[in-house]
C-alpha cells in the first residue's frame, strides 16, 4: 500500500459584517496491491485520487441573525483498478459542487434557533455492468436542518434537531461489476438508484452537576430509497457464474434501494473521583444501541451491536494515564446472507507522557489495544468470518507541536 496526502488551511480576519474567511483543501494519492500469498504476485491494483477545496465565510449579527456562514465546496475522485481487479469497477470519476449555509436566531436569553441548509450537485461517470461504453448520471442532493437549543439553566442544555438529508449513491454502488477479492464478493452495483434521502429527528441532553458530566442522546431515522448491499446467498466465480448451493469462491451481493428505518441511542457520563498532589481521577461510564429495519425485509445488514463500558483516567501536569475496558454485544439481528457476530470484551490502556508543561502539543504516548488478546469480529465487515480484528498489540507515538 502507498498513500500521499495533502492538506492546506488558511484563515483570515475582516473587518464588517464578513468577520472571517477560512479556505482549506486537501489531496489524497491511494494505491494498494492485492498479492497472491503463495507466489507473491501482484493480482490486483486499486488506484484513488481525490482532491477538495472547501471556503466558509462566518457572518455577524443581521437583522434577526445572531450569526451565520456561508461557503462553498467542490470535490473530485477518480477510481482505477488494475490486472484480476478491472472487472470490479472499469475507471470512474465523481465530481461535485456544493453550496451551503447556517444561521443562528436566538429566542431570549436561554435558547437559539439554528438552521442549515445545502445544495449540490454531482455527476457520476463510469461503467454499468453488462455494458461496454461509460455512461454519466447525473443528482441534485438538497438538504436542510433546524434546531432548538434551550438552557435550562447553566448546567443543563437541552436540544432537538430535524435533518432532511439526500445523499448521491457512489462509484461502487452504480458501476460495480465484479468480482472483489478484499471481502470476497461479486458485486453488481445499480445505474438506476435514485437520491437516498434520510429524515432524521434527534433529542440530546448536556447537564453537568457536582461535577458529574453527563451527555446523552435518542435518535431515529427513516429512509426514502435507502442504498445498501444485499447477499443473495449463492456464491459465484470470478466469471460471473452464480448459484445456489455452488461452491464459488465469491458471495453475489446486489446494490439495492428500499425503505429503512434507524433508531438509537448514546450515553456518556464522567464522574470526578479524587484530587490531590497535583493529580485528578476520573471515572467514565458509555453505552451505544442502533436498531434498523428494512421495509419488508427483516433487518439491515452490517450493523454494529451494542456497546456498554467503562474506565478510569488520571491528569497531572506532565503524565497521563487510563484504562478503558468495553464489551461489544452479540448481533443476531442480521441481513440476509449474514451469519451471527458473538460478542467480545476490549481492554484497551495508555499512558502519556508532556515532557514540557508549557507544551502540551509536544508528547510521548504508550498505548495499548485488547490487552487480553480475546478473539473479536466485526459485526460491520463482509469478511468478519474470515479475518478477525487485531489482537494484542502496543504502540510507542511520538507527537511534536510547534
Same mark, same amino acid.
Given at each position: *500500500?502507498?498513500q ?28 494498494h ?24 465565510? *462566518? ?13 462553498? /465546496?467542490v ?44 445544495a ?30 434551550v ?7 437541552l ?30 452495483g445499480?445505474?438506476n ?9 434527534? @433529542?440530546?441532553?448536556?447537564?453537568s ?12 431515522t ?34 439495492? /434501494? ?12 464522567? *464522574? ?23 421495509? @419488508? ?11 456498554? @463500558?467503562? @474506565?478510569?483516567?488520571?491528569?497531572s ?13 452479540? /448481533? ?36 495499548a ?6 478473539? /473479536? ?25 510547534f
Amino acid at each position: *500500500m502507498k498513500q500521499t496526502k495533502g492538506l492546506f488551511r488558511s484563515a483570515f480576519a475582516l473587518p464588517g459584517t464578513v468577520s472571517k474567511v477560512t479556505v482549506e483543501g486537501g489531496y489524497a494519492d491511494y494505491r494498494h496491491d492485492e498479492i497472491d500469498p503463495a507466489t507473491k504476485d501482484v493480482l490486483a491494483t486499486f488506484r484513488n485520487k481525490e482532491w477538495d477545496l472547501r471556503s466558509e465565510a *462566518m457572518v455577524g449579527a443581521v437583522g434577526p441573525f445572531s450569526q451565520g456562514a456561508l461557503g462553498a /465546496q467542490v470535490q473530485h475522485r477518480s477510481f482505477a483498478a488494475e490486472g484480476d481487479a478491472r472487472e470490479y469497477l472499469r475507471p470512474s470519476t465523481n465530481q461535485s459542487e456544493a453550496v451551503f449555509a447556517f444561521a443562528e436566531i436566538p429566542l431570549g436569553a436561554a435558547a437559539r434557533l439554528q438552521f442549515g441548509g445545502r445544495a449540490e450537485h454531482a455527476d457520476v461517470r463510469g461503467t454499468p455492468a453488462n455494458a461496454t461504453a461509460s455512461t454519466v448520471r447525473g443528482f441534485t442532493p438538497l438538504s436542510g436542518s433546524a434546531g432548538l437549543l434551550v438552557s435550562a439553566d447553566e448546567n443543563v442544555n437541552l436540544a432537538l434537531t430535524l435533518t432532511s438529508a439526500a445523499r448521491a449513491p457512489n462509484l461502487t454502488e452504480l458501476f460495480a461489476r465484479g468480482a472483489h477479492d478484499g471481502p470476497a464478493t461479486y458485486e453488481t452495483g445499480n445505474p438506476n438508484l435514485r437520491l437516498e434521502r434520510a429524515n432524521s429527528v434527534e @433529542g440530546s441532553l448536556h447537564a453537568s452537576v457536582s461535577g458529574i458530566h453527563v451527555e446523552s442522546s435518542l435518535w431515529g431515522t427513516r429512509f426514502s430509497n435507502y442504498i445498501y448491499g444485499r447477499l443473495t446467498g449463492r456464491t459465484c466465480d470470478e466469471d460471473g457464474v452464480c448459484a445456489a448451493g455452488a461452491a464459488g469462491d465469491f458471495r453475489e451481493l446486489n446494490y439495492e /434501494q428500499r425503505g429503512a428505518r434507524f433508531w438509537g441511542a448514546e450515553l456518556k457520563a464522567t *464522574m470526578p473521583l479524587w484530587a490531590s498532589h497535583g493529580w485528578q481521577v476520573k471515572a467514565q461510564a458509555l453505552g451505544d444501541y442502533v436498531r434498523a429495519s428494512l421495509d @419488508g425485509a427483516g433487518s439491515v445488514p452490517r450493523i454494529p451491536p451494542y456497546h456498554v @463500558g467503562g @474506565g478510569l483516567d488520571a491528569e497531572s501536569e506532565h503524565f497521563d494515564l487510563g484504562v478503558t475496558l468495553k464489551y461489544a454485544g452479540a /448481533q443476531n439481528r442480521i441481513g440476509a446472507g449474514e451469519t451471527p457476530t458473538d460478542g467480545f470484551v476490549n481492554l484497551d490502556a495508555h499512558l502519556v507522557w508532556h515532557p514540557w508543561a508549557d507544551k502540551p502539543t509536544t508528547s510521548l504516548t504508550l498505548s495499548a489495544h485488547n490487552l487480553t488478546d480475546s478473539l /473479536q469480529r466485526n459485526a460491520v465487515s463482509l469478511n468478519k468470518d474470515v479475518v478477525v480484528l487485531p489482537g494484542r498489540g502496543v504502540r510507542l507515538t511520538a507527537r511534536a507541536g510547534f
